[in-house]
């Protein structure tokens, strides 16, 4: 389990933003733990809001190497020098030997997922992903993380990490075969679960409300794509289509 939960490191990062950058109003900041391959962090501002990710090798850092490491972010994003101290005290936590270790061993497992691409074959996630954005959540969605899975999967076509902020779709629909609107039904019921997060009722997780299942039968072909959805999820394909098999 990890040691600082993510509340904590907001709390680190909202007081780093007060000791680097001395001017309200203070922007609202979101922190999560990414898994990168390597030891990478990122921090973005979007539309008021900041948005960072620490490697999850980081999880069980000690608090001052994480606040180092805020105050380091934050001075970039403000085009601020980092202090030499803040610097020193992150450099040489990131050469302990079992953070080297974490490191590497990281970008041996993790590295090819992290450059797979929104980009597929045939359908483009990140267009696909704009154009249903202005087309039912009036442009307002965050954009996630959007990627194809390394392998084609028939059963499970589409997955929403909350953590991770990531949208994952099976390879299997990146496919000509596939027509632009299954593609996009797919996607659009994951960025339902960015819409609607998570909820927890009397000790169970809801992850698909009744809202979220109104909003899904708001998609424009909803009946035929349930069609499709079912032909995808049956395990044999119909005689017809067995020629045009690989
Ligand atoms: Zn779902």
Not at 5 to 22: G, N
Not at 68 to 82: M, S
Not at 215 to 243: G, I, N, Q, T, Y
């Amino acid at each position: 389990m990890p040691v600082a939960e993510e509340t904590d490191l907001e709390a680190i990062f909202d007081q780093a933003l007060r000791a680097v950058v001395k001017k309200e109003p203070l922007p609202p900041i979101e922190v999560r733990f990414y898994p990168y391959a390597g030891l990478s962090s990122t921090i973005r501002l979007r539309r008021g809001r900041i948005y960072v990710r620490l490697s999850d090798i980081l999880c069980e850092s000690p608090p001052e190497i994480l606040h180092a490491l805020a105050c380091i972010l934050v001075a970039k994003l403000y085009r601020l020098k980092p202090s030499k101290e803040h610097e020193r005290a992150y450099k040489q936590y990131t050469l302990l030997p079992e953070i080297v270790e974490a490191s590497e061993s990281t970008r041996r497992t993790r590295g090819y997922k992290i450059t797979t691409s929104p980009r597929g074959k045939v359908y483009d996630l990140e267009e696909l992903f704009s154009d249903l954005n202005h087309r039912y959540f009036a442009g307002r969605l965050e954009r996630p993380d959007l990627s194809w899975s390394q392998k084609r999967t028939r059963r499970i076509l589409g997955h929403h990490d909350h953590i991770h902020g990531a949208i994952v779709v099976s390879r299997t629909l990146d496919d000509t075969r596939i027509p632009r609107f299954v593609v996009e039904y797919v996607l659009y019921h994951e960025m339902l679960h960015v819409a609607h997060p998570p909820r927890v009722v009397s000790g169970r997780t809801i992850y698909h409300s009744r809202q979220f299942r109104s909003d899904e039968r708001r998609f424009e072909r909803f009946d035929e794509v349930l069609k499709w959805m079912e032909r995808l999820a049956s395990p044999v394909r119909r005689k017809s289509k067995k020629s045009r098999r690989r």
